[in-house]
């Protein structure tokens, strides 16, 4: 089992003519292998700045990311095996893949770089990644301009599994798609997530898919976690004001998955806007009466 501790992380950014800015103040949470955490908060509240210092684009100010109880070393062989172990899947896949190299080249690299199967089989490998995302393998020697954006995001996942990871950190991986598409997007992760006991942080804006895709929910509010919990608890039973505005702004107060009825993929849950006013902000977290850690 694989665990990712992220531990009283603050993060500072210098914002020239206006001094330092909080994106992050003491943040701390885990994530370990087989486990999907949300982490949900209105834009700006420092969701992708969490991804980019998980996956060290960034550096935190203060505290530290430990796997496996280890610091990530800052360069060389050590952060190669630590982003082998812990893969991101950006928001948008067209940003994401170079369009000059083909789908082969996109996930071949990985294989290549992290030695992952013996070189005869990387051919092998690429159409079984392929499969895997339920891509049709003709797509391997196209450019990613000639593919749809559900298709390009599914090589980007193929691209993330190919160094066989334990975590993935997927920021908005749906919400470039058309709402067409995401569901199906989103049914792959899932049962990607299930069959390889994959660890998932699934940062999104969507409450109603974060309530049905992960086991805990974290809220998210200018830089401090202001409520946490099973993700049922927190939608339901908010405990925090900010979540409850949260909840209330969503077009889907019931915050039913409307992907879970069995009508067609066009159902995928709206887009849930953050509440306009943010003024619930406080310090203190609170945890969801039934658990959370
Ligand atoms: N490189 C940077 N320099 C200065 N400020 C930054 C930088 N990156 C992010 N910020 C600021 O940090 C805060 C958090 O940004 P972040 O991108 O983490 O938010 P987010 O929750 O991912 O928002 P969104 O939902 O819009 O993606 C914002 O106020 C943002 O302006
Ligand atoms: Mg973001």
């Known amino acids: 089992m694989t665990t990712l501790e992220f531990k009283n992380v603050t993060k500072r950014y210098h914002v020239r003519g206006s001094g330092d800015m909080l994106a992050l103040d003491d943040v701390s949470f885990t994530l370990t292998s ?9 834009s700006g509240s420092g969701k992708s700045t969490i991804a980019k210092i998980l996956t060290q684009l960034e550096r935190a100010t203060s505290g530290e990311v430990l796997l496996d109880g ?29 369009p000059y190299h083909t789908i ?7 294989l290549r770089l992290d030695h992952v199967v013996p070189k005869d089989q990387i051919n092998d490998e690429v159409f079984r990644l392929l499969e895997r995302v339920n891509l049709d393998t003709n797509v391997v020697d196209r450019r990613p301009h000639e593919l749809s954006g559900g298709q390009r995001q ?9 160094s066989r990871p334990s975590l993935l950190i997927a920021d908005e991986p749906v ?11 989103l049914n792959l992760l899932a049962d990607l ?6 660890g998932v942080l699934y940062i999104t804006h969507d409450l109603a898919t974060a309530r049905h895709f992960s086991d805990e929910i974290m ?31 969503s077009p889907n107060p019931d915050l039913h998955f409307a992907g879970s009825e069995p009508a067609g993929p066009e159902t995928a849950g709206p887009e849930t ?21």
């Open 219 to 249: 809220v998210l509010n200018h830089g401090v976690v202001v409520e946490r919990g099973p993700a049922d608890d927190v939608i339901l039973n908010p405990q925090h004001p900010y979540t409850l505005a949260l909840r209330n702004a």
């Open 34 to 42: 087989g486990q999907t955490i949300a982490l949900v908060g209105q």
């Open 175 to 185: 919400s470039m798609l058309d709402v067409s598409i995401r569901l199906g997007v």
């Open 70 to 98: 280890k610091p990530i070393p800052r360069m060389g062989r050590g952060l190669r095996a630590y982003r082998q172990q812990v893969r991101m899947v950006f928001q948008d896949p067209f940003a994401s893949l170079n």
């Open 193 to 198: 997530q299930r069959e390889e006991n994959l």
């Open 273 to 293: 806007a953050g509440p306009e006013d943010n003024k619930t902000t406080s310090p203190e977290t609170t945890t969801n009466q039934k658990g959370g850690n």
């Open 104 to 110: 082969r080249h996109h996930i071949e690299r990985p």
């Open 154 to 162: 599914r090589v980007a996942i193929a691209r993330a599994l190919a």
